[in-house]
């Protein structure tokens, strides 16, 4: 209420002696994750586009990335010029690693967009250490992980940048918004200037010092994707529920989880013990079925009021696609993703859901199955 009734609504608008709570909101969020520096921006899919850019990706250049994502992944390659190359996945929704060898020497590619679909984290000491003997630069896509870690070290903490999402669907909720952070002062210096500081980057309390704008002011172009002042005020107060909600989130995963658990046609992801993960989703794979009985599933379980989302369809419904539907890039032949994909089921686990409402809904989902078996 505060920013609307002083009207100062843009990051550098501020009165003599105020910091901006963009500024404030950047702070924070790098003392959460640990990072030296953090940058918010206007979306999600505006940080993976300047990451890129800042990175040096231009037109032309082939970037990897796991092929089980959401379309502003590939779109965000898609919109600085370069080439999506689809990396498959495994049956645990992970990357492949052995076959982002093979892509990343047959493509010549050098940088991995890691999308952690869904809050998915692969083995990520392994996918580093291939990446690091691959000479891949990695960006990760931490639009579903943002809260989780790997062996206590927070995603967006393992490759050059992180990547993160405030969009209302997220783990904190602004309508639109996002970060990058990392430790490469560089880096952030160029997503900076492209991220339209003009010659106010000294307004960044979690950027930079000023020397290392030097250059990089004069030679990078303003591609405005600024956050805004009130936009940071929403979320400030949600960093700090952020843990706390990590439980509650996990306590509803859980819950469904332990419904479906012992359906003998329904297969879920094992978490490994070196992933803090946050259930803000859940996934679930029917392996046996055909796409006509995993039509059936999803029409009854709407019968019964559990909306499940389908990643098997060629043709795009909503949020959900798949890489046959994203026809800007060349056609990729991905026989394990869409294998694995076309009996994948996924529903959000919204905070206003409680446990017990958690619980009916996997029993729904786990009757449905086992009726359509």
């Not at 000491?125 to 943002?146: F, K, P, Q, S, Y």
């Not at 479906?260 to 490994?272: D, I, S």
């Not at 029409?299 to 539907?325: I, N, Y």
Request: net charge negative.
């Amino acid at each position: 209420m505060a920013i609307l009734q002083s009207g100062r609504l843009h990051r550098y608008n501020v009165a003599s002696g105020e910091t901006a709570e963009a500024a404030l909101l950047e702070q924070e969020f790098a003392a959460y994750t640990g990072a030296r520096y953090c940058l918010s921006v206007t979306s999600g899919g505006y940080a993976l586009a300047t990451a890129l850019r800042a990175i040096g990706v231009s037109a032309g250049d082939k970037v990897l990335t796991n092929a089980f994502t959401l379309a502003p992944v590939p779109g965000a390659i898609a919109s600085v010029g370069a080439e999506p190359v689809l990396v498959e996945i495994t049956d645990d929704l992970t990357i492949d690693l052995d076959d982002l060898g093979a892509k990343a020497e047959a493509s010549g590619a050098r940088v991995l967009m890691l999308s952690l679909m869904r809050g998915h984290l692969p083995d990520m000491t392994a996918l580093m250490a291939r990446a690091n003997a691959l000479g891949l630069t990695v960006i990760e896509d931490c639009a579903h992980t943002m809260g989780a870690s790997w062996n206590g070290t927070p995603s967006g903490r393992f490759g050059a940048v992180g990547c993160f999402s405030t969009q209302t669907y997220k783990h904190m909720n602004s309508g639109e918004g996002g970060f990058l952070i990392s430790d490469d002062a560089d880096l952030i210096a160029r997503a900076t200037v492209l991220s339209g500081s003009y010659m106010l980057y000294d307004r960044h309390i979690a950027g930079p010092d000023a020397e290392v704008f030097e250059t990089i002011r004069l030679e990078t172009p303003n591609c405005s994707g600024r956050m805004d002042n009130l936009r940071a005020a929403i979320l400030r107060p949600q960093l700090r529920a952020l843990d706390a909600n990590r439980v509650r989130w996990n306590e509803r995963y859980r819950a469904i989880e332990t419904r479906l658990t012992g359906n003998p046609h329904v297969v879920l992801r094992r978490r490994p013990n070196s992933e803090q993960f946050v259930g803000s989703s859940i996934q679930l794979r029917l392996p046996t079925f055909s796409a006509h009985q995993v039509s059936a599933v999803i029409a009854q379980c709407a019968a019964r009021g559990v909306e499940l989302k389908w990643f098997g369809p060629d043709e795009p419904v909503a949020f959900t696609s798949r890489h046959v539907s994203w026809r800007y890039m060349p056609n990729q032949d991905l026989p394990m993703t869409d294998r694995v994909l076309a009996t994948l089921l996924d529903m959000r686990l919204p905070l206003t859901f409680s446990l017990a409402d958690c619980a009916l809904i996997g029993s729904i989902i786990s009757e449905e199955v086992s009726s359509v078996a």
